[in-house]
C-alpha cells in the first residue's frame, strides 16, 4: 500500500475519533492474527478479548520503537481519553486510548508503517497452541 493519506484534512480529524478508528482496526488485526490453527468462536473471542484489553494494549504500547512523531501523536491520543471505565486504571486506559490513536492515524495515513507496527506487536504476543 501507498504512504500516501486516505483521507484529506488529517489535522481536523480529532484524536478521540483516531482512536475509535484505530480501535476497530486493532480488534481486526487481533482476530486476524488468531484465524489459524481453527478454533470455536468462544476460543477465538477469548483470545481476541485478552489482546484488545487496555491493559494488554498499554503493556504493548511500551514495547514499540516509535518516531517521536508517532510519541506526541500518542501523547495526543492518551490525552483525548474519555470517561475510563470503572474497572481500568485511568493511567493504563490513557495508554491504550493513546495507541489506538496512533493506529487510527496510520490506517488512514501510511499503511506500510501501520503494518510495521503490527508487525512489532505481534512479535510480543504469545500465541497458543492449537486447541
Not at 54 to 77: C, H, I, Y
Amino acid at each position: 500500500m501507498s504512504p500516501s493519506p486516505i483521507v484529506d484534512n488529517i489535522a481536523e480529524i480529532p484524536a478521540s475519533a483516531l482512536a475509535y478508528i484505530g480501535d476497530a482496526v486493532y480488534e481486526i488485526q487481533m482476530r486476524m492474527h488468531y484465524l489459524l490453527p481453527p478454533r470455536t468462536a468462544k476460543q477465538y473471542h477469548q483470545l481476541v478479548v485478552c489482546q484488545v484489553r487496555a491493559e494488554q494494549q498499554a503493556k504493548l504500547l511500551e514495547q514499540l520503537d516509535l518516531t517521536e512523531f508517532e510519541s506526541d501523536l500518542v501523547k495526543r491520543g492518551r490525552n483525548a481519553a474519555g470517561s475510563v471505565p470503572r474497572k481500568v486504571d485511568p493511567k493504563i486506559y490513557q495508554k491504550a486510548t493513546g495507541l489506538e490513536a496512533l493506529i487510527g492515524y496510520l490506517y488512514l495515513t501510511d499503511r506500510d508503517r501501520l503494518d510495521q507496527i503490527f508487525t512489532q506487536i505481534l512479535s510480543h504476543i504469545d500465541t497458543p497452541a492449537s486447541p
